[in-house]
């Protein structure tokens, strides 16, 4: 019995990471939606969210790049305009549908600026009915901000804690999780800096992921890239990126682990092509994909502008940019062949 539920999480986590395949994480909350709409001066209601996530889930030949889908909890019941469920219009494209899980983050304690995730209380009735509704996969975040004084040993072990117990339920229902713990990009840290606590976290991660007993071949890792802050002095060339990034999931990572998708944590959709391209050069331990929010999605919400005349050719952009990371799937990019953005 136990074997068969494990046996079936790892065929489901090896569909998610077909070679040239990758993830579109379309699972952002309410309040983050809305300011991705702000920034375009769209209202965010529950027809235009619905409008926008109809666009994406619906753009033709859209398969060909994407294994899987991320929704939010309100995504994942609504329907097109002719009626039919977004899972089910998914499922017909042979897309995995999958859900986030966690109840976003609140101060790790009293006047702390760090952040816990939540979402553990009534968790397996979620993740049963979520199921039922036909999502094969969940995600969890926790994130992790850098200073000189963060992230705290408490920040760390409380979230991954979490991250486990969650990882575990979700096996236990059927769905593969996506376990994600993000160092977060913001800040003027070094690279090195982002190594010394991506490896820290990761080690965590994994500890507590082993205590859980956590099926390693039905999961996904879903790290960001080592890169410095996003207000640190230098910058690096997707080559470092790389080095760094396949240097520390060799060391921390379980070669069991069938994939890891990287989050595009903020950096642009050109560079989350380009890293992904880098780490690809050369074959890996571990299928290394995209589970990417924004570096997918930035260029289609500008094109779209909340307009159902535009919708056309916000799919082309989301098309064009899911292609170009299949290519990086693939270590086949190249950033000449660049045209839209
Ligand atoms: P980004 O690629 O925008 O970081 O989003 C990925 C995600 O799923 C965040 O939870």
Redesign the pocket.
């Known amino acids: 019995m136990e074997e068969d539920n494990n046996t079936k999480l790892a065929k489901i986590a090896q569909s998610l990471i077909p070679i040239g395949k990758g993830i579109l994480?379309a699972?952002e909350s309410t309040s983050t939606i809305t300011k991705r709409f702000e920034l375009i001066g769209v209202p965010s209601t529950e027809e235009t969210r619905r409008q926008y996530r109809q666009l994406l889930f619906t753009t033709p030949e859209i398969e060909k790049y994407i294994s899987g889908v991320?929704m939010y909890d309100e995504t994942i019941r609504q329907k097109s305009d002719n009626g039919e469920s977004f899972v089910s219009i998914l499922q017909n494209k042979g897309i995995i549908p999958g859900i986030?899980v966690d109840g976003g983050t609140t101060p790790l304690r009293v006047g702390s600026s760090e952040l816990l995730t939540i979402g553990l209380e009534g968790l397996p009735e979620r993740l049963a009915s979520y199921y039922e509704l036909g999502a094969r996969f969940a995600?969890w975040?926790a994130v992790f901000t850098i200073s000189d004084e963060f992230p705290t040993s408490e920040c760390i072990e409380k979230n991954s804690q979490a991250l486990a117990l969650y990882a575990i339920q979700s096996q236990q229902a059927g769905l593969v999780p996506i376990v994600?713990p993000?160092v977060m990009m913001e800040g003027s840290h070094s690279q090195e800096r982002c190594y010394e606590v991506t490896n820290q976290v990761l080690l965590q991660v994994f500890k507590d992921l082993e205590v859980q007993k956590v099926s390693y071949p039905g999961m996904l890792l879903?790290p960001n890239m080592i890169v410095p802050g996003k207000s640190a002095a230098m910058a690096i060339n997707p080559y470092q990126t790389a080095q760094k990034t396949r240097a520390l999931l060799e060391t921390v990572v379980p070669k069991e682990v069938p994939g890891i998708v990287f989050?595009?944590?903020?950096m642009t959709p050109v560079q989350?092509t380009e890293n992904l391209n880098a780490m690809n050069k050369e074959r890996a331990l571990w299928q290394l994909s995209f589970?990417?929010?924004?570096?997918?999605q930035e260029p289609v919400l500008k094109a779209w502008n909340g307009s159902r005349g535009n919708e056309s050719t916000a799919q082309e952009m989301f098309l064009e940019r899911a292609r170009l990371n299949s290519l990086a799937v693939v270590g086949k990019y190249d950033s000449k062949m660049e045209t839209m953005s």
């Not at 589970?291 to 997918?296: F, I, Q, T, V």
């Open positions: 994480a699972d991320i986030k995600k975040r994600e993000e879903k989050l595009s944590g903020g989350a589970s990417y929010g924004r570096a997918l």
